[in-house]
């Protein structure tokens, strides 16, 4: 079993930047970052494979959020810079430690944290 731990959400103003950061009790093949708003399916944001180094994100993110861990055992962080108001949303860290590929669909990942709320005016 895995328990991850988000931290780092907040408020911020459009443009501005936030650093999300997971911390987890096991290392995990992939790992991911999925974000939620009432009424919307659980939508994955960035993804990481451990093995592969592969990163993949949702073209909404792309060129403004940035997922990177620095070895298998440091957090997960996901740098979230030039936010727009439709950043807004809980985030959630996933993790997966059997065979995965690392995509951005939440049924891929059984480890979930209890999130983090990011705010964006």
């Known amino acids: 079993h895995v328990q991850l731990v988000e931290s780092g959400g907040g408020s911020a103003q459009a443009g501005g930047s936030l650093r999300l950061s997971c911390g987890y009790t096991s290392s995990s093949v992939c790992m991911g970052w999925f974000r939620e708003i009432p009424g919307k399916e659980r939508e994955g944001v960035a993804t990481?494979?451990?093995?592969?180094?592969?990163?993949l994100y949702a073209d909404s993110v792309k060129g403004r959020f940035t997922i990177s861990r620095d070895d298998f055992e440091s957090p997960l962080f996901l740098q979230m810079d030039k936010l727009e108001p439709d950043d807004t949303g809980m985030y959630y860290c996933?993790?997966?430690?059997?065979?995965?590929?690392?995509?951005?669909?939440?049924?891929?990942?059984?480890?979930w944290g209890r999130g983090t709320q990011v705010t964006v005016s």
């Open positions: 990481s494979h451990r093995l592969s180094a592969a990163t």
């Open positions: 996933a993790a997966e430690r059997g065979w995965c590929l690392g995509g951005l669909k939440k049924l891929e990942y059984r480890y």
